[in-house]
């Protein structure tokens, strides 16, 4: 019989029934002839350079990288030379980057700094306040300090005139984040998302496209992104528990699951004010990164289009339990998608040739639905993984590790077998006897990334028991 393993169940004390997303493993909706889908190892993260400190954000701007890190603007090269332009301040919390056409903008440490390709200035208009995050439109910056609406004058970018001050008055709510889709500004206030159009005039020269409100804001200035060109964002309603939402139009809809509001329910609300959302396409995926204090969850549009359910998996940079994952602030520049670690001073790039994660070893996991033979039980004779083998590290011999709970809180000893060596493409991943079931059963399935493999199914032999 074949046993689904995109993703599985687990139970917790509450007591709930909870799904296990696969662990640095991505689901793939793709039919080949043995399953409808695969699980594939998720892009590793190769080290590509070195930076003056821990990365806050990234743009492409010109055909060159651009990050912060540490307190520092830095540029970063095709092969990975990092060089130090300027000082932004701070050295911990996330930067905004916006570029007009011909200097680029940086909100880092509440102030607002210009790049025009060989120094690095700071706007020091008193009338221009605390900058809290920022953006460029028609040829405005435009800021805001929680409360306004900013913009540097039409002629002059590096002065404010007090008189153009707007504001997001439709709710009391702060403004946590600026966004700009399809030329309109998008202002993401705590509970309430209000869209702004350049109308000219004398003074701030944007209003309020009124039928357009989202009742649903974000909580916090990086919680938010572009995404199938609408805003998807992490917040919540007036009353409401924080979620996940794509909102358009006037509408905010749901993409997170039952399991993704439980997870988000275990962190306070300071913890997600700094979340980061960021958006990735690759190939046929259309990727949404939540960035979390401990883990990364990722949704897939294009895939959950093909099952018509919402597709989900998780990412850590660890071994064991949970950890923040090492890769944030995408950029696409040099043909590749380079990365920062929030950990470290490095700079990387994703490769789909390896799943390590800086050169170490992180693990991967999935697990199965219930296994129920209607309260009549079964003896597993036998469990093989179909799997694209002989991609392992060169000079290891990974194993794969496998067990099962009869109630979802409680796991049996692992039993391990060999996932084989390089170019080994003919191994069959085999468990014998592998007990019984009186009611049901959950299996797991754990290794690591020198387990460099692609699972289109899980396969067993059961024989029912006669009562």
Not at 44 to 51: P, Q
Not at 130 to 153: A, R
Not at 429 to 454: D, I, K
């Amino acid at each position: 019989m074949q046993i689904p393993i995109v993703s599985g169940i687990y139970a917790d004390t509450a007591p709930d029934l909870r799904t296990a997303y696969p662990v640095n493993m991505r689901p793939v909706p793709k039919g080949n002839g043995v399953s409808a889908g695969y699980l594939r190892p998720e892009d590793g993260i190769i080290a590509h350079g070195t930076g003056p400190g821990t990365d806050r954000g990234g743009i492409n701007w010109n055909g060159t990288c651009y990050r912060v890190m540490g307190s520092k603007l830095v540029s970063v090269a095709s092969d990975g030379t990092v060089t130090t332009l300027g000082d932004v301040g701070n050295d911990s919390e996330l930067v905004t980057f916006d570029y007009s056409f011909d200097r680029l903008a940086i909100a880092s440490n509440g102030n607002l700094f210009y790049w025009n390709g060989s120094a690095l200035t700071q706007v020091t208009d008193p009338d221009l306040g605390t900058v809290n995050d920022m953006l460029w439109v028609d040829g405005y910056f435009m800021t805001t300090d929680g409360e306004y609406l900013v913009v540097t004058d039409l002629n002059d970018p590096t002065a404010v005139n007090p008189l153009k001050y707007g504001s997001s008055e439709a709710d009391p709510d702060p403004v946590n984040a600026l966004l700009k889709l399809r030329n309109e500004v998008v202002a993401l206030n705590r509970h309430t998302i209000e869209i702004f159009d350049n109308v000219g005039g004398s003074l701030f020269p944007f209003a309020r496209i009124t039928g357009a409100q989202i009742e649903k804001g974000c909580v916090g200035s990086h919680a938010c992104c572009i995404y199938l060109e609408q805003i998807a964002f992490l917040g919540s309603g007036w009353n409401e528990a924080p979620s996940v939402y794509i909102g358009n139009n006037g509408v905010a809809n749901p993409i997170a699951t039952q399991e993704v509001a439980t997870i988000l329910e275990g962190y306070t609300e300071a913890q997600l004010a700094s979340a980061k959302l960021e958006a990735r396409k690759d190939g046929a995926h259309e990727m949404l990164y939540v960035h979390l204090p401990d883990r990364t969850l990722v949704y897939d549009a294009a895939a959950s289009a093909v099952v018509q359910q919402p597709v989900w998996w998780v990412l850590v940079s660890t071994l064991d339990g949970h950890s923040r994952f090492r890769a944030c602030n995408f950029v696409y520049c040099y043909d590749k998608w380079l990365v920062g670690d929030p950990a470290s001073s490095a700079v990387g790039y994703f490769d789909d040739r390896v799943s390590t994660h800086w050169g170490s070893d992180v693990r991967w996991e999935f697990s199965t639905q219930i296994l129920y033979n209607e309260g009549r039980g079964a003896l597993f004779h036998e469990l093989e993984l179909v799997a694209l083998t002989g991609s392992v590290a060169q000079g290891t011999e990974p194993v794969i590790s496998t067990e099962y709970s009869v109630d979802g809180v409680a796991w049996s000893v692992p039993r391990t077998i060999s996932a084989g060596t390089y170019g080994e493409r003919a191994k069959r991943l085999v468990w014998f006897g592998q007990g019984y079931m009186e009611n049901w059963r959950v299996q797991r399935f754990r290794s690591t990334s020198a387990a460099h493999l692609a699972f289109m199914r899980l396969e067993g032999r059961l024989e029912p028991l006669a009562y």
